[in-house]
């Protein structure tokens, strides 16, 4: 629908709902913006929607030094990175030849690749503790990447396999006649095709591993191999939290994810489109 076309009304309409769910998108964020800089009790003893009295912005220095996120923001953009990578190139070099190349093991490796997208990461733990701990990959970022990569790409080959379904076999006899090999067709041709549905893919792989918590506990208790989001537990406990410095550490952390969309926005607004329609 061109909002261009619309009638007066429809237009006021559609700019008041989209003006409501900006204010519900960020609201939560300045709200924590402003939090970060009051003192816990601060906080605690008065309004919790006021601005602070005193900015105070000694959490900031606090939570960086006492959380090591130094080491922490490194480990996260490590694993982030490296995990959004292989999982884009793998997942999409998969995609193409269980798409395109047709074998008798195609349908059954397919398959294997997309009951991963049914496990759940509670259902894996335990084993996959035990499987870390007795290649001796525990406590190694390896040990911590592994499993990241592996959790990410069934979700990569699936939709890089039904997005390549889509793509004209002529092109790829094309290039084979000319002599071309699958990887060069692949690198040349198909994976510049794949760009929105690989944008998809890369946001998908790159939230959920750097929010990841639950996996990064159990494969390390070394806390310079840690993530962010340990960092930001830290400042809390079962029977008291240090709001101030929570705040600030959670600002720390949420800073990357908001860069991340303001670069790349416009890649993300059309890699989501495509990924809905593909998908």
């Not at 261009?4 to 989209?18: C, E, N």
């Not at 049914?118 to 040990?143: D, E, H, K, W």
């Not at 890369?202 to 390390?220: D, Q, R, S, V």
């Amino acid at each position: 629908m061109d909002i261009r076309k619309s009638s007066p009304l429809a237009k006021i309409i559609m700019y008041v709902v989209m003006g409501i769910f900006t204010v519900l998108a960020i609201y939560p964020l300045l709200w924590l913006v402003i939090q970060s800089f009051k003192t816990t009790q601060e906080y605690m003893t008065t309004s919790k929607m006021a601005f602070p009295r005193v900015w105070f912005t000694g959490n900031y220095p606090y939570s960086w030094n006492v959380g090591k996120f130094g080491i922490l923001l490194f480990n996260s953009v490590f694993y982030t990175v490296i995990t959004v990578v292989t999982v884009v190139i793998f997942g999409f070099m998969a995609g193409f030849a269980f798409a395109k190349i047709k074998s008798r093991a195609t349908r059954a490796l397919h398959g294997t690749f997309i009951i991963g997208i049914l496990l759940t990461l509670q259902s894996i733990m335990v084993p996959l503790f035990l499987m870390v701990n007795a290649v001796g990959l525990y406590n190694t970022r390896l040990g911590v990447l592994i499993p990241y990569i592996g959790l990410g790409l069934p979700m990569g080959v699936y939709l890089g396999t039904e997005f390549i379904k889509s793509i004209p076999d002529a092109l790829i006899e094309s290039g084979r006649l000319d002599g071309a090999s699958y990887i060069r067709i692949f690198r040349s041709i198909i994976f510049p095709m794949t760009a929105p549905v690989a944008m998809t893919v890369a946001i998908l792989t790159f939230t959920g591993t750097w929010n990841e918590f639950m996996l990064i506990n159990i494969l390390t208790s070394n806390d310079n191999i840690k993530s962010i989001p340990v960092g930001i537990a830290r400042f809390s406990g079962a029977l008291a939290s240090d709001y101030g410095k929570q705040f600030s550490a959670m600002v720390i952390g949420m800073i990357p994810m908001v860069a991340f969309y303001l670069i790349f926005r416009k890649q993300i607004t059309k890699g989501v489109a495509a990924g809905a329609v593909k998908g």
